[in-house]
């Protein structure tokens, strides 16, 4: 028969830690949680059975797997800067001057050291010099109306 003591568990709560430590996921913290729990379970009443404690085990690990998931989806990650890796969205609200006309409501614009491809809202020509503010984005399409 298996003789599973305490250390047992808490040596693979610890391997499992390990491992989530080096995995870009959370599930294996839920396990290594598991087997923490049984671990002291078994220390405070050492008489428990091999097969009990490996039940309590699995039962344990997808209760708090289960329970972790929805706890942190229910979690929404809030930023202070919610467009600092979409630069079309940084320009919003800015206001520039075109450095060529636009065709059929299509053309480029020069912001800093880049040329943008913008589009008019309105889909109107612009000529060159208008002063225009960009209203959002498609993708990396600015788009733009007369300011």
Partial sequence: MIELTYWHWWILCAVLFALEMMAPTSYLLWPA???????????????????????IYAVLSVISLFVGIKYFKSRKATSDAPNLNKRPQQFKGMKFTLNEALK???GSVHIGDTRWIVHAEDGENYA??????????????LLIARA
Avoid at 33 to 55: C, E, K, M, N, Y
Avoid at 131 to 141: C, P, R
């Fill in 33 to 55: 949680l598991a087997a923490g729990v049984v671990g002291l379970l078994v220390l405070a009443a050492p008489g428990i059975d091999p097969f009990l404690q490996i039940f």
């Fill in 128 to 141: 060159k010099g208008d002063k225009i503010v960009v209203t959002g984005a498609d993708g990396v399409t």
């Fill in 104 to 106: 059929d409501g299509r």
